[in-house]
């Protein structure tokens, strides 16, 4: 059977749909935490539209109510969020006669979900288009923002987001989208997923007793990159 890319804005926003559900719960949670240590609504849209990276916005909170330096701050999230540039370069070759624009437009906005979803249809189909890309991209993107300024606006209202399970909404979306994602490759390659995984978990669990969480992550994301260019040819 021919494989067919996925080619129009509508239907990247429709791939976008579970990343949506995940969003309006852990969007509107951040946004009532967001309240909760004295930001307004319009400081959440701004942190939303500029930062746009729910761990990230979590942290730069608990770092507001801790009223730690912004320099902290500053360097806290810029390490918690360097793993975009991994992502971002992973899916790269696959947008090379894009111009320089159309990259920008599509790493600005890639998340770890976003990110999630567009491997998960490039390994099914093997190419998308930029515009998919874009409806994927800007949906979610525009969904966080909303999401978030909700939860700011109802925030006065509900001060403990664990009532509602709100805290349970990122893990939930993760769960979904790590299924779907290892789906294609433990039918097609099952020995270099299982080499791949089991590399990655060895040095992040090692790595976590002597280094932050964050550099934890970034080195093991490296190593399974690693590993996974070196076992390719051999599965």
């Known amino acids: 059977m021919k494989e067919v890319k996925y080619e129009t ?15 309006l719960g852990i969007g509107f949670a951040l946004g009532v935490v967001g309240k909760g240590v004295g930001l307004s609504v319009f400081a959440i849209f701004l ?11 979590f942290i730069i909170c608990g770092l507001i109510a801790i009223q730690a ?58 190419e998308v288009s930029v515009a998919w890309t874009n409806g994927l991209n ?7 923002i909303v999401a978030t300024i909700l939860g700011g606006i109802l925030g006065e209202f509900i001060p403990d987001p664990e009532v509602f399970g709100l805290d349970f909404a990122l893990v939930a979306m993760f769960l979904g989208l790590f299924l779907f994602q290892v789906e294609i490759p433990l039918k097609a390659k099952t020995k270099q997923t299982i ?18 969480p964050e550099i934890a992550v970034i080195i ?8 996974g260019v070196i076992t390719h040819d051999k599965y």
């Open 9 to 23: 804005f509508a239907e990247g926003i429709k791939a976008c749909v579970p990343t949506i559900l995940g969003y």
């Open 47 to 57: 942190m939303s539209a500029i930062v746009y990276a729910g761990s990230a916005q």
């Open 69 to 126: 330096p912004i320099t902290s701050i500053i360097a806290t999230v810029f390490l918690v969020n360097l793993r975009h540039f991994l992502m971002s370069l992973s899916v790269a070759p696959y947008f090379r006669q894009s111009s320089l624009l159309e990259n920008i437009g599509i790493g600005t906005l890639l998340t770890d979900e976003s990110y999630g979803v567009l491997t998960m249809a490039l390994k099914k189909v093997g």
């Open 138 to 144: 800007i949906c979610a993107y525009l969904t966080w």
């Open 195 to 212: 080499i791949v995984l089991m590399s990655v978990i060895i040095v992040l669990y090692g790595l976590m007793w002597w280094t932050s």
């Open 220 to 227: 093991s994301a490296l190593v399974g990159c690693i590993v």
